[in-house]
């Protein structure tokens, strides 16, 4: 089993091919691996597994991140159809500050993306159903939990499809100029 790191444009993100092995039962494939991801992981330790399931097809979620000092790296694997993952740099004193950048994540790309700190997370399900594991460096915290509008103008985030079925909360985040101010 390998997994092949990609650095991103946006500093400290990273894509990673995991190859998968196949034969006539189906599929087996490893997630994580400290020893692999160990140049990635640096002295951070996973304290949080999580799962999602998207039940429609368009589903928006996003955009979270987590403030210091619960502000946590997510490694994010789509393990059941597919979704277009986003990761926005909301770090002021980063070079790639408010861009973005989207991967699609499927069961079948075995492909994972890597979230640093101070960045958000959002993804659009492109398939019913689709389904993602989260390995966080941080315990969720909802006192810290931040975020911004999936559809702010100013970070037009190009969603594959029509957005839909945004939660309440989702819907009430403000742009990015709001919090800027904040
Ligand atoms: C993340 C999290 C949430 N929760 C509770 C809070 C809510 O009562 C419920 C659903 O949470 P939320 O609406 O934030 O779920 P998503 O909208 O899918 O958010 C997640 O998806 C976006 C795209 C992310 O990147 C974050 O990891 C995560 O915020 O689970 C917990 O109890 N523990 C947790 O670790």
Not at 72 to 82: N, S
Not at 101 to 121: D, F, K, Y
Not at 157 to 163: A, G, Q, Y
Request: hydrophobic fraction near 40%.
């Amino acid at each position: 089993m390998t997994m092949q790191l990609t650095s991103l444009d946006i500093p400290d993100a990273f894509v990673i091919k995991q190859t998968s092995f196949a034969d006539e039962r189906g599929q087996f494939s490893r997630l994580f691996c400290q020893k692999t991801l160990a140049p990635i992981l640096a002295k951070r330790e996973v304290k949080q597994v999580n799962f999602s399931r998207t039940t429609t097809k368009g589903t928006v979620r996003g955009l979270h991140y987590q403030r210091f000092p619960d502000a946590e790296m997510k490694f994010i694997r789509c393990v059941k159809g597919a979704v277009w993952d986003v990761l926005l740099d909301l770090r002021p004193e980063s070079p790639t500050f408010l861009q973005w950048h989207a991967e699609e994540l499927s069961q079948e790309n075995n492909t994972m993306i890597v979230i640093p700190e101070g960045c958000a997370h959002g993804f659009q399900a492109l398939e019913a159903e689709s389904e993602l594991i989260y390995f966080h460096t941080a315990f969720y915290s909802a006192e810290v939990e931040g975020g911004v509008h999936v559809q702010d103008p100013e970070l037009a985030i190009d969603w594959p499809l029509p957005v839909d079925n945004l939660s309440v909360r989702d819907s009430l985040l403000p742009t990015v100029e709001e919090w800027l101010k904040d």
